[in-house]
């Protein structure tokens, strides 16, 4: 006979800061789209009523733009590191690599919202820019690496950073780190990217 | 003076057939989502009243079939090319490949749609299911080459399937074969794609 399951406690009311009310909005916006997401929408998903939501933020646009600033934010820190900074630009390209995809398996739904912004707010201009700010320091590194002489000359540079962020992009597609097992740790998921990219899959 | 401009002819009443029909309605379901899309939207965007868009087809779903099979088709196609068919595992995955990019590039709506469809309807999980069999074979293409000795012992077959798949479709978010001499022919980029995946960058 099994045992009896003991009584849950009843939930404790969930409390909110902006961090957590920030987690569930960005899932909400991937789901039906900045455009397509009410407050309602956002009062039904949390569970806080529409004037508690307006107690911490004050708009949707102020949730969405500091939901972008979540994956915006550590990108750039990654091209302040040492190992985007210094030595050869082949190895800080890889640098930048590896450590944009641990971004994007840490950051995932923020990277995932950045990736389909539209443009059609302030908020999503402002990471339109510096989308464009991030892809135009990683094309120069890709063209510094390719004057060293460390990129196949039949490779175009520009063509190689399109291709460079589309195989990392192309994760938010299904790279879910929250099945453990399932998949590889984010270290090890970089790691094949580099490799992949770098070396080519042919022995 | 300018030379005053000849006053154009009147435009032709467009004569629809189901083709240019498809080329119009892909456009409009991947910009407002096959969902958020209307008998309406279709017929505002192809100038046909509601009545003549039934004549040629019976529902917004059949249009949204008939747009998917124009991606699914010729990508199956290329499954049962000679370069796909015969010859080392990793060769017939490079022509896959090689060919994917090619598809994508000739039915860029087509394929773009196929890419965005999330199994809302029959004729997407028609779709969904067709792409899971793709994949299917694509990684076991990939398992022989690996079997093989052809593919690098430390990539996991099914993270470099993952990793291909991620890199051709990432071309669908920024490649426009319309802008001529703004990017590369179909051809050339297969080949950068071919190089990059299975040669690497690095020199």
Redesign the interface.
Known sequence: MPAPRTTPAAPARRRYDVGSLLGVAVGVFIERGYDGTSMEDLSRASGLSKSSLYHHIDSKEQLLRLALERAVEPLFEVLAEDGATSGRA?ERLEHVVRREVEVLADRLPFVTLLLRVHGNTEAERWALERRREFDRVVAALVAEAAAD????????PA??T??????V???V??YRPDHPGDV?APAD?AD??V?????????
Chains 1, 2 share one sequence.
């Open positions: 082949i002489g460390d990129v196949r000359p039949d490779l175009e063509v190689v399109r291709l460079l962020f589309g195989t992009n192309s994760l597609e299904w590889l998921l094949a990217v490799r992949l990219a770098f070396d080519g899959l042919r022995t």
